[in-house]
C-alpha cells in the first residue's frame, strides 16, 4: 500500500531513517498507521506508527533519535506520535495490534505471531470511547477554563480525538460494519453519520471544514465540539 501524497511518504522515510540510524538491526520493523494511512486533516492530524525492536528504547537512543528529528518538517502532520513500541524479546508483550487495511510497513516485517485487532475488540473500543464522553466532558470544561493560549489548540485537538473513536463507536452500534468504520477518516465517519441522523452529520461535517482553527475561532471550534460530543453521547443512550 503507497502513501497518499509524497509528503506522507517523506516524513514516513526520515522517521525510519532516524531510528534505523540509532536502532540498526535492532529495528525489526517500522509501521505507520491511523490517519497517515486512511486520511488526515492537513496541520491538525498527528503522524502515528509503531515500532517493532529487540530490546526498549534506551535514553541514549531517545536522545540521538530526537537529534535526528529535532529539524524535521513534520508537514502535514502537527507532530509526530509514537504510539507503540513493541520489544519482541519481552515474554509478556501484548501480540496484537493494528486494523487491517490501515497501516504501511515501511520497514521490515510484522512479527509472525502477530495478530491484528478483531471486529469484536475494536467495537468494544468503540462502546468504551462513549462511555468515556461524560467524564471526559467534565474534565476538558474544566481545563477549558483556565487554558492559555499555548494550551487551547492541545484541547481542541484532544477534543476531536475523543470524537473520532465515540463516533466510530456510535456508527457500530447503528449497524455499519466495524472494520470499515474504523478505516474510515473523519469526512467519511461525518457522511455515514449524515446517513443515520442528519443534523448531527451534517454539524460534523461543518466542523471538520473548521479544524484547525485559527487563534481567533478556538473558542467557537471547542465549543462546537463540547456539542457534538454531547450530542453523540445522547444519540448512543437512545439506542440502549
Not at 68 to 88: C, E, G
Not at 140 to 159: E, F, H, I, M, T
Not at 227 to 238: D, E, I, Y
Request: with cysteine; glycine share 6%.
Amino acid at each position: 500500500m503507497d502513501f497518499a501524497t509524497p509528503d506522507v511518504q517523506r516524513v514516513a522515510d526520515a522517521v525510519r531513517d532516524a531510528f534505523l540510524r540509532v536502532m540498526d538491526d535492532r529495528l525489526t520493523a517500522f509501521v505507520v498507521h491511523g490517519s497517515a494511512v486512511t486520511g488526515f486533516i492537513p496541520s491538525f492530524s498527528d503522524f502515528d506508527f509503531v515500532i517493532f525492536s529487540h530490546g526498549k528504547l534506551a535514553l541514549d537512543d531517545a536522545f540521538d533519535i530526537q537529534r535526528s528529528l529535532s529539524a524535521l518538517d513534520s508537514a502535514p502532520f502537527s507532530y509526530l506520535q509514537l504510539s507503540r513500541l513493541v520489544d519482541l524479546d519481552d515474554p509478556l508483550e501484548r501480540r496484537n495490534g493494528l486494523i487491517e487495511d490501515a497501516f504501511v510497513v515501511v520497514h521490515g516485517s510484522l512479527p509472525t505471531a502477530w495478530s491484528l485487532h478483531s471486529p469484536e475488540l475494536l467495537r468494544e473500543r468503540g462502546l468504551e470511547a462513549l462511555r468515556r464522553i461524560a467524564p471526559d466532558l467534565h474534565r476538558l470544561s474544566k481545563d477549558w477554563s483556565v487554558a492559555n493560549a499555548w494550551q487551547r489548540p492541545g484541547l481542541v485537538r484532544y477534543l476531536a480525538t475523543i470524537l473520532k473513536p465515540a463516533v466510530r463507536g456510535l456508527l457500530c452500534e447503528l449497524g455499519d460494519p466495524v472494520l470499515d468504520v474504523w478505516r474510515s477518516p473523519y469526512p467519511v465517519l461525518a457522511r455515514r453519520l449524515e446517513a443515520h441522523d442528519t443534523e448531527l452529520g451534517a454539524s460534523m461535517i461543518s466542523l471538520i471544514g473548521l479544524l484547525p482553527p485559527e487563534a481567533q475561532t478556538q473558542d467557537g471550534v471547542a465549543r462546537r465540539l463540547f456539542s457534538l460530543l454531547g450530542a453523540v453521547q445522547r444519540r448512543a443512550a437512545s439506542l440502549e
